[in-house]
Nanobody, 135 residues
């Protein structure tokens, strides 16, 4: 059972930056696809970014992350293997980025270009952290 705990988020004015982090535990697999999703009330959950990671393995190499077109060039994923943490740095935030941000994990699989953005592919979810951008 994988446990995901988000932290960070908060409120910022348009053009500002925020960071959200996801700490994974209970992780016993070699590869895992971890992603960030966001959701606003009344809309479907949207894939923001994802990357294949090797938390827990002493042998790993960095996979290229995937980003939604709406955030590409503004958001950046980074990993801390020692802390099993995935961080999303969000720059040049806009009011349309306001949402609840969720961390998700798909165990035993690499992220795939055709499906990383699909919430139904992920087995484990964090509780969410709010990001609010004011104009």
């Amino acid at each position: 059972q994988v446990s995901l705990v988000e932290s960070g988020g908060g409120s910022v004015e348009a053009g500002g930056s925020l960071t959200v982090s996801c700490a994974a535990s209970g992780y016993g697999f070699d590869r895992i696809c971890m992603g960030w999703f966001r959701q606003v009330p009344g809309k479907e959950r949207e894939g923001v970014a994802a990357v294949t990671t090797h938390f827990g393995s002493p042998y790993y190499f960095d996979f290229a992350p995937y980003y939604a077109d709406s955030v590409s060039g503004r958001f950046t994923l980074s990993q801390d293997h020692g802390k099993s943490t995935l961080t999303l740095r969000m720059n040049r935030l806009q009011p349309e980025d306001t949402a609840m941000y969720y961390c998700a994990a798909r165990a035993r699989y690499e992220c795939e270009s055709g499906s990383w953005w699909a919430p139904t592919r992920y087995q484990y979810w964090g509780q969410g952290t709010q990001v609010t951008v004011s104009s």
